[in-house]
């Protein structure tokens, strides 16, 4: 087991890349299992999650190799069609295999995945859209499996499915489900995250047929092969809103290499309107403190709204803003265990339900899922955080609970790194390299 040991108070100062987005590179690795020919992906970030991914396919039969920051892939045919129950229980993203396997083999045994548990996050989005292509899908409770075929002659179909409610998953399930489908699959209501767009752009490179003809409605024409092909990841949104995060807070100065506003516009907004520094230049973007900020009301929405996975970092930078500032969470139900640890080292934080006329409108999550959790957070500032020893319970509440020990006085132990690990590459040593006092220990 291991921790990190993190003394605050430093400015962090200097350059730094960013990794390949976690969430692009997972689901490219799921889209090379359509083909038989080799896919080299450039730029992925050497994560656990990567890492359980690769596992999960070579268990299919695939072969994977990783070179520095690059994989090859070649899956030539399936050796089996259920995945191992404790391989997923480790990742979400595992369910999506249900798509190469269902396109290729015409059946699929899928567990039901794990993950952070931040939310009910219901696959019942995905199944329904699956059913609509002519899969037949039951969840066995007495071995935890979904079990899922297709017509071995007739294979996927094309689709008309709308989605109730956002869902980037679910919308890029049912796009790999599509390409090897026969006849056009319509998507409307659709996500339309950049990383949406990449894997689509992914797919195109690979032989697929897919295009966004309205803003939230893809068209998916069915192809009968796709090939291989070589792609690059571009650059993670949340390592960089972490690392800007870290800039502002800290009062000090980063140059983040080789991004663009893109994806970052609604960030850079709401940071621009609290009164953090950031300057676009050709090459990046300088994050810096240059003065007091400002206390900001913030709804967490759908892209091009401000994302659910920045609330956290977010909510330590309003710890050091003057005044009360609010966020509000509407993806997923459960997204403030970072609080009570938050509040562990000082913060002054409550949370609480806004009153609303149409919760099941407003919120993105299904709200019968909803077990009494709260969906908003008041943050008073500015609060002077102290040391402690606190525990990670997701993925972003570690990179959370990481910033706001770089900020507070003293010495601070930061346990349950091992979520950390599922998203960041070498985090702490990353920090290191731009004066943060953070080491990783090993403890029984």
């Known amino acids: 087991m291991e921790k990190l040991i993190i003394k605050g108070g430093k400015k962090l100062r200097g350059e730094i890349s960013v990794s390949g987005s976690k969430n692009v590179a997972l689901k490219v690795l799921v889209a090379a299992c359509l083909t038989d020919e080799e896919v080299v992906i450039e730029n992925v970030p050497l994560i656990s999650d990567f890492l359980i991914m690769a596992d999960i396919i070579k268990e299919l039969g695939g072969k994977v190799e990783i070179r520095d920051h690059e994989v090859s892939v070649r899956v030539e045919r399936f050796v089996k069609n259920r995945i191992s129950l404790d391989r997923a229980a480790e990742i979400r993203t595992s369910f999506m295999f249900l798509a190469p396997l269902l396109a290729r083999e015409g059946k699929a045994v899928i567990p039901n995945p794990g993950g952070c548990r931040i939310g009910a996050r219901p696959i019942d989005r995905i199944i329904d859209g699956l059913k609509s292509m002519g899969v037949d899908i039951d969840y066995i409770s007495e071995d935890g499996y979904f079990h899922a075929t297709c017509s071995p002659k007739k294979g996927l179909s094309g689709t008309k499915y709308r989605f109730e409610k956002n869902t980037h998953t679910g919308t890029e399930t049912m796009i790999l489900a599509a390409v090897l489908a026969k006849g056009r699959t319509v998507l409307e209501n659709a996500a339309q995250e950049p990383e949406v767009d990449e894997l689509i752009e992914f797919l195109v490179k690979m032989g697929a047929s897919v295009k966004r003809t309205a803003l939230r409605t893809i068209v998916v024409e069915g192809v009968r092969k796709l090939h291989g092909s ?195 590459e070498q985090f702490d040593k990353r920090l290191r390299s731009l004066g943060a006092d953070i080491k990783r220990v090993q403890y029984e």
Do not use: C
């Open 230 to 424: 070589t792609f690059r990841i571009s650059p993670d949104r949340n390592e960089i809103v972490t690392f800007a995060v870290a800039a502002v807070i800290t009062g000090g100065d980063i140059f983040i290499k080789d991004i663009k506003r893109e994806g970052l516009s609604e960030f850079l907004n709401t940071l621009e309107k609290a009164g953090g520094g950031f300057e676009e230049k050709r090459n990046g973007i300088r994050f810096y403190y240059k003065g007091e900020l400002s206390a900001t009301e913030i709804v967490t929405s759908f892209f091009p709204g401000f994302m659910t996975d920045w609330q956290g970092p977010w909510a330590v930078l309003m710890t050091t803003a003057r005044g009360v500032s609010t966020i509000h969470e509407t993806i997923y139900e459960n997204r403030f265990s970072y609080v009570s640890e938050l509040k562990k080292m000082g913060a002054h934080i409550e949370l609480y339900n806004p009153k609303l006329s149409n919760p099941n409108k407003f919120y993105n999550f299904n709200i019968s899922d909803d077990k009494n959790y709260f969906h908003a957070e008041k943050i008073f500032g500015p609060t002077s955080l102290h040391n402690g020893v606190i525990n990670v319970a997701d993925l972003r509440a570690g990179a959370t609970l990481v910033l706001a020990a770089l900020i507070a006085k003293g010495q601070s132990a930061v346990f349950g790194i091992e979520h950390l690990d599922r998203g960041y």
